[in-house]
């Protein structure tokens, strides 16, 4: 569930970050590029929530894995 939470908060930055690079544009800002250099900040969020989710799914499988070969 926190990687899930992780993963929601990185892409509402990243959108966040793309849209004000994006209203900067009438201020002198950077248009499309601006957009794409914006977007890493979530993107980093976002990746470590997958890993997140992942290596919680491993550790979940692994427990089963265990409870099963005690049978």
């Known amino acids: 569930m926190f ?3 992780f993963v929601a908060v990185g892409v509402i930055l990243a959108l966040m970050g793309a849209y004000s690079a994006y209203t900067a544009t009438g201020y002198g800002g950077g248009g499309f590029v601006g957009m794409i250099l914006a977007a890493p900040s979530g993107g980093g969020i976002i990746v470590a ?3 997140n989710i992942v290596f ?3 550790a979940e499988a692994s427990v089963h894995t265990a409870e ?3 049978h």
């Open 3 to 5: 990687g899930v939470l």
């Open 49 to 51: 929530g997958v890993f």
């Open 56 to 58: 919680a799914k491993m």
């Open 68 to 70: 099963m070969t005690q």
